[in-house]
């Protein structure tokens, strides 16, 4: 369903959809240097005297949540499974660098390789029961799993039980822009070369229709698990790098239920199923968030609930995704449309059949 | 991939074939499918060889669709066997006789509606088969020539970057039969091909069907309840009533067994 | 008997659960969304009869006709709340990708949870009920009267819906609507208007057992969420179209919650219950009675 097709008439005069259609050429065409030059772009900021403060403490945010989203999208939006619970994988990734340099005396870095590790090996074997859910089941076992490791989290004493734990001895602040940025720019690598290749297809053959999927010689399981596996590794490596960051983890921040719906938000807001959707959802998002945090304190989450409904109700495909169909609208028809193979093309001299002996 | 079409050659191998000369793609064994104290299906033996097109007609509820199922191992049969080129696939899973050679296109026609068509190409093909390798990689330019010329051949050219689920139900089902081809199965199974096709496309659609017969050396087993479509497309039929075998030959003989009338007209 | 005394209050306890989950199963088959907002109106519920309460008396306090009182209140209140909300919001998302209706009502239970927490803090309240003597001895076990009291309401409750299901031209017509919406229109039933009746009713519930829960235990804003993923494990247990495996499922988990809290300890009990749902939904996906239903 074309969302402009009513109220176009500014907006097409000013932004046609060929326009959109061009831009959305040279997106793809150049993809990969795009990506080098935000790479560049990015590294810019405390290069130019950002190295701490509420800035840079956005910006730092802003990526870890943009990891988040996409994260959660190659699961929700390209293969077709909403989890609800993703944050099951970042708080348990926290809780393990917190607790392996903490109390194991590691170095960060290696921590946060454990944290991902950790939230992998996590992941695969509740994969093995959530995966096997569709739909709504799926959703709401996802959010069981959050809740669950949250009150587990809540009872043990190597989480530090209700009060969490706090991490002195952390690196500056420069060091985890970059050590979410890098990982950002990471993940949307990785995502968008899997996007075009046969994984990246047989995982949105899957939400597009599991069945046929299945029928046509996929073990959709493993592709599911695959894909799972690699959101939570993310997932939880940022978590992991979190803890450190916030100085400070409990079950409150390590399973955030605010972050659980942000996260979706975003995705489902900037375009659920693209590379630059999530990104771009985590970044508007995050942005409009802290604005409005600023002036009304306490009212984000308001904002928040707000802005998932509206999207919901008025454009679920997202910005990138209401763009690509507003710029590729008119491709069908000027394809052949309904004419094209053979359709009703009675008087269409390449279509008559050739009739050869029966048999 | 694509032979020279011999038309004798084809046209012949239903008549007066042995079936011993070469092992069937596909052959079934007795299979029997009960659903509670209903027997679906009941002790059905069917073969369909290369190279050929078979047809599948019967009464509704005659078990037609239950065989498919049991074959595709959508459903598992209760006794009886299944063979895909000698090989026992009995009870395996879905995907797994798929990969085996078994393609099966559905009576709603399902395409993967939010990939463009050229996508939904490309994920049908199943060559290199499903190891990390291959799956980590960007598809080649032979392949991406394939799906140009797949869809040359049902005349969609034009909408390669297009979401198929854009596409009308006619043009959804050409590219559901292209991936079909792209897959390069062994034996294609079509469930209801003609449905809610208009004539017009229906000519195409036969047409398209006979020219991967021949040129793409396609073997086909298809459901079909449009008896014009059938007579005209395949070379061997069989009648299901009841679950039952009940008669097996050509068109022509087909249509004048008195068993199928009788089963067609309710009598018994 | 230690444990016979868990069970009892498993018991009545599970007889809340149950009354909400009813609730929630019959949004799920008459609207055919799962409506993560439910535990809010649960939580809403409970505020209503609080701050009634409080209004009256000037503090949560009050005897136990007075308590009963607010319960209509919150019944009203809850109801139009729901009745708003799916004619507003949740009507656009009906027959739309399931995961937009899941995400709408997740947006709507956060939104309602925080503006509790602007509105009256995070604080936990809660309702006292004056008893001369709170709890009542029988054959050795400790039976507080207002857990009793409450589950006579979530009995109660669930047995008006029942009534109300099978004997109403609007229960008829909730029916009608939940088996073939397309007949039920045919035949002249406003869809629309009768699954947002639906919803109110189903809200009104949660709010009503939302009010005991105030007494027996307390309020908060953030309390909703437990609740609707209690629900979601009795209706999975019991099946979407069984009042009788709602109320069973009930009953059975608040056994094993309190069994556990008085075994192990009550830190685990949530642990458990989300253990649980997990184990259920693998091993029976469409529930244990009731319909089958596609996710």
């Known amino acids: 369903m074309s969302t402009g097709s009513e109220e176009g008439g500014a907006l097409r005069s000013i932004l046609p959809p060929s326009r959109v259609d061009d831009l959305f050429g040279f997106c793809g065409d150049h993809a990969w240097a795009l990506l080098g030059v935000g790479a560049v772009v990015g590294t810019l900021p405390p290069v130019f005297g950002l190295r701490e403060g509420y800035y840079m403490t956005v910006l730092t945010e802003m990526y870890l949540f943009a990891i988040l989203a996409l994260s959660w999208d190659l699961v929700g939006g390209q293969t077709g499974y909403p989890s609800f619970g993703n944050m099951a994988f970042f708080g348990i990734g926290a809780y393990t660098t917190a607790i392996l340099v903490k109390d194991v005396g590691i170095a960060f870095p290696v921590a946060m390789v454990g944290a991902g590790l950790v939230a992998v090996g996590f992941a695969s074997v509740i994969g093995i029961a959530v995966l096997r859910l569709r739909g709504h089941y799926f959703a709401i076992a996802t959010l069981g799993v959050l809740l669950a490791a949250q009150q587990v989290s809540r009872v043990l004493d190597i989480t530090g039980g209700a009060s969490g734990k706090i991490l002195l001895d952390v690196p500056p602040g420069t060091a985890f822009y970059y050590l979410f940025f890098g990982l950002l720019i990471v993940e949307m690598g990785l995502v968008y070369y899997l996007s075009n290749t046969r994984f990246g297809f047989v995982l949105n053959a899957i939400r597009d229709d599991e069945e046929k999927a299945t029928a046509m010689g996929f073990n959709t399981t493993y592709y599911k698990t695959a894909a799972w596996m690699l959101a939570a590794l993310f997932t939880g490596a940022a978590g992991g790098g979190y803890s450190l960051f916030n100085t400070f983890i409990d079950p409150q921040t390590a399973y955030n239920g605010a972050w659980n719906v942000e996260l979706i938000a975003m995705a489902l807001i900037g375009g659920t199923g693209t590379v630059a959707g999530p990104v771009i959802g985590a970044f508007g998002l995050h942005t409009i968030i802290e604005i409005v945090e600023t002036a009304f304190v306490g009212w984000q989450l308001v904002i928040l609930g707000a802005a998932v409904i509206v999207t919901v109700v008025g454009f679920p495909k997202g910005v990138v995704g209401s763009l690509g169909e507003y710029a590729g609208e008119m491709e069908y028809y000027k394809r052949g449309g309904m004419a094209a193979g053979g359709g009703e093309a009675a008087s269409d001299p390449e279509a008559e059949p050739e009739v050869e002996a029966g048999e | ?268 | 008997m230690a444990i016979t005394q868990f069970v009892v209050n498993g018991l009545l306890v599970g007889a809340l659960f149950a009354a909400v989950a009813v609730g929630f199963a019959l949004i799920w088959g008459v609207v055919d969304i799962i409506n993560l907002a439910h535990g809010e109106m649960v939580m809403l519920g409970g505020y209503t009869s609080y701050w009634t309460l409080t209004a009256v008396t000037g503090n949560a306090e009050g005897s136990l006709g007075l308590f009963l009182a607010t319960i209509p209140i919150a019944i009203v209140l809850l109801f139009g709340v729901g009745y708003a909300l799916q004619r507003t919001l949740v009507q656009r998302v009906i027959g739309t990708d399931i995961f937009l209706t899941l995400l709408v009502t997740f947006g709507i239970s956060i939104a309602i949870q925080q503006l509790g927490i602007q509105a009256w803090t995070a604080n936990p309240r809660s309702i006292q009920v004056a008893f001369a003597d709170p709890s009542l001895l029988v054959a050795g076990l400790v039976v507080p009267k207002m857990k009793l009291v409450a589950f006579v309401g979530a009995i109660v409750l669930t047995a008006l819906l029942y009534v109300f299901l099978q004997r109403t031209r609007t229960g008829r017509a909730i029916r009608a609507v939940s088996q073939n919406p397309e007949a039920a229109a045919l035949v002249g039933i406003d869809v629309e208007h009768t699954r947002a009746v639906t919803f109110g009713i189903s809200s009104a519930i949660a709010g009503g057992v939302g009010a005991f829960i105030a007494t027996i235990l307390n309020v908060q804003p953030q309390m909703g969420l437990i609740y609707t993923l209690k629900s979601f494990v009795i209706v999975v247990f019991g099946g979407v179209g069984s009042i009788p495996g709602a109320m069973v499922g009930g009953l059975l988990l608040g056994s094993v919650e309190e069994l556990t809290a008085g075994l192990v300890s009550s830190q685990w009990t949530l642990a458990v219950s989300f253990t649980l749902l997990i184990v259920l939904l693998v091993v029976k996906p469409n529930g244990l009675f009731g319909e089958v239903t596609e996710p």
């Open chain 2, 1 to 268: 991939m694509s032979e020279a079409a011999d038309a004798d050659a084809t046209s012949g191998v239903a008549e007066g074939a042995s079936p011993t000369d070469e092992e069937a793609v596909l052959r079934t064994d007795g299979v029997t499918k009960r659903f509670g104290g209903l027997t679906a299906v009941d002790g059905v033996d069917i073969e369909v060889h290369s190279g050929e097109i078979v047809g599948l007609i019967g009464p509704n509820g005659a078990g037609k669709s239950t065989l498919f199922n049991c074959i595709t191992g959508t459903l598992s049969a209760d006794e009886g066997r299944v063979f895909l080129r000698g090989r026992d696939v009995t009870g395996r899973p879905e995907y797994e006789i798929a990969r085996a050679g078994l393609g099966r296109m559905f009576q709603e026609t399902r395409v993967f509606g939010e990939m463009s068509v050229r996508k939904n190409l490309l994920v049908a093909a199943q060559e290199g088969g499903a190891g990390v390798g291959s799956l980590l990689r960007r598809p080649d330019d032979r392949l991406l020539d394939r799906v140009d010329e797949l869809l040359a051949y049902v005349d969609l050219g034009g909408l390669a970057d297009v979401r198929a689920g854009r596409l009308s139900f006619g043009q959804q089902k050409l590219v559901e039969f292209a991936m079909e081809l792209m897959a390069e199965p062994d034996l294609l199974l079509m469930d209801e091909p003609a449905g809610g096709i208009n004539p017009s496309m229906l000519e195409n659609l036969i047409e398209y069907i006979r020219r991967a017969n021949e040129d793409e050396d396609a073997t086909i087993f298809l459901i079909e309840h449009n008896m014009d479509f059938v007579m005209e497309i395949a070379d061997r039929i069989y009648v299901l009533a009841h679950g039952e075998r009940i008669a097996d030959g050509t068109p022509a003989e087909i249509q004048n067994d008195q068993r199928v009338l009788d089963a067609y007209l309710g009598r018994e």
